[in-house]
């Protein structure tokens, strides 16, 4: 137990910056979700065929993106994004490249999960959104967003924590964060101690996630 | 009764989907100020009839004018304009879980940029409910909903409003209660309702005449006989289920 103290007050300022870096790679993954994912899901959602707005091509190329990226292996999407990620960043190493390809597959998770909340919007919805003259914007901002939002902030939280793991993956180009730190650190320095521990602070990071997102889910439902 | 422009008037309008016909070449005026009732069995069209006078079913021959235009001569854009100006009230109430009664009431002037926060108060009361403006619908009762619901459609003041199956969910006190309320509103603001249901009570209660729909036909309309509007005033739940099940 000393030893465990020990390796890990050796490595507190290791520990933080590793905490820092997964944090900077959810916060961007999780922001390119909301602000692209989100508008996504909603389009695929009105385009997809019997939609409100269906549309055969746009309703093919966003759904091809999100199975695609959904069923890419992460690590091997990475190193297929490396010459795009060159392009953009100069460089394809470091925790800000290394976010690149975490926000892809953040906007493909998170627009699929956007998708099938919508589904379960009761049909009455639209059918009272249409009745009262609403434009598909109004139709969205009003009514489908109204009646999905605890749904919605739910799906954000498992998309978070799924893009948690996902990030463990991201060693490979550099982009540090708590999983690689586990792996370097504790795996590959035989200090098993570390590792666990490190993996535990992961598990306290996701079960704060879900509690946080579980009660602003649940205060925002009011059916 | 005002006898100006009628509210609608379909001349031989047809609805085909593929090979199948929902609407059968439908003659019908709609007077201003009138309750009208739109009665028939599941499939016999009235869905569709309510959607033709609502501009969300273009009719594929006939012609259709509703507040005076012909929705198939206008844009997407402008029927949705038209919509506006026609009140809908649902079998399900279909009101937003997340919005307040108050706000509920509120959407279709916030959809059109306006606010009336007097009109809305006013709306509450009349239909009886003041004091729950600022509940959550899973707080309210069947029948309190479709009063939020028929005041959501009164806010825009539509001179028509369409009710599709208005009282299907609920139970008979309710029904009464309700369709008291649709009387009362035409009575009040001269609103002109068509009233589909297939509960023939509900048409003898209110309506002034009756259009019966079978397989698409319209097979005739008439004025509803005086003695339909008597219908036992039931004191009591018991008293109700005795002249029903005749104990």
């Known amino acids: 137990m000393n030893d465990l103290l020990e390796s890990f007050a050796a490595n507190a300022d290791e520990i933080g910056i590793a905490l820092a870096e997964t944090g900077f790679m959810l916060a961007f993954s999780l922001a390119a979700a909301v602000l692209i994912g989100l508008p996504l899901g909603v389009m695929i959602f009105l385009t997809r065929p019997g939609g409100a707005q269906q549309s055969t091509p746009l309703w093919s190329v966003a759904n091809l993106y999100v199975t695609v990226v959904r069923s890419f292996p992460f690590l091997l999407f990475v190193v297929f ?105 504790g795996y590959q320095e035989y200090d098993y101690g570390l590792m666990y521990s490190t993996i535990v602070i992961v598990i306290v990071c996701v079960l704060l996630l879900q509690t946080a997102g579980e009660k602003v889910s649940a205060a925002l439902d009011r059916r | 009764m005002l006898q100006a422009t009628p509210v609608a008037l379909l001349d031989g309008v047809t609805v085909t989907y593929g090979q199948a016909t929902a609407l059968d070449s439908i003659d019908l005026t709609i007077d201003r100020g009138e309750i009208i009732g739109i009665i028939g069995e599941s499939g016999a069209g009235k869905s ?165 729909l079978e397989n698409g036909s319209l097979m005739s309309v008439f004025p509803i006989a005086p003695s339909a509007r008597e219908r036992p005033r039931e004191t009591s739940y018991l008293a109700h289920a005795r002249r029903v099940l005749g104990a």
Do not use: W
């Open chain 1, 81 to 185: 994004l490396i010459p795009l990620t060159r392009a953009l960043y100069g460089t394809t190493f470091g925790t800000g490249a290394a976010t690149f390809p975490l926000c892809f597959v953040g906007v493909a998770i998170y627009a699929r999960l956007v998708e099938q909340i919508l589904l379960e919007v009761p049909p009455g919805i639209l059918q009272a959104a249409r009745s009262m003259g609403a434009s598909s914007a109004q139709t969205v901002v009003s009514f489908l967003l109204v009646e999905a939002r605890s749904g919605l902030v739910y799906a954000l939280t498992s998309a978070a924590i799924s893009l948690i793991s996902y990030s463990t993956v991201l060693g490979i180009v550099g982009g540090g964060g708590l999983g690689d730190f586990a792996l370097r650190y």
């Open chain 2, 48 to 212: 569709t009839l309510l959607n033709v006078l609502d501009a969300v079913e273009t009719p594929s021959a006939g012609r259709v004018l509703v507040e005076g235009t012909d929705p198939t001569e206008l844009s997407a854009r402008e029927r949705r304009l038209l919509r506006r100006r026609i009140g809908m009230v649902f079998q399900g109430f279909n009101l937003l879980s997340n919005r307040t009664v108050r706000q509920n009431i509120a959407l279709p002037l916030k959809l059109q940029r306006r606010r009336d926060p007097a009109l809305i108060a006013e709306l509450l009361d009349y239909v009886g409910l003041g004091d729950y403006a600022d509940r959550y619908p899973a707080q309210l009762s069947g029948g309190q909903l479709q009063r939020v619901a028929i005041a959501r459609a009164l806010v825009t003041r539509p001179g028509l409003v369409l009710c599709d199956e208005p009282t299907s969910a609920l139970d008979t006190r309710t029904t009464e209660d309700i369709l008291t309320l649709l009387a009362d509103t035409r009575r009040d603001f001269g609103t002109t309702i068509v009233l589909v249901t297939h509960e023939l009570d509900a048409v003898g209660a209110i309506c002034d005449r009756a259009a019966v």
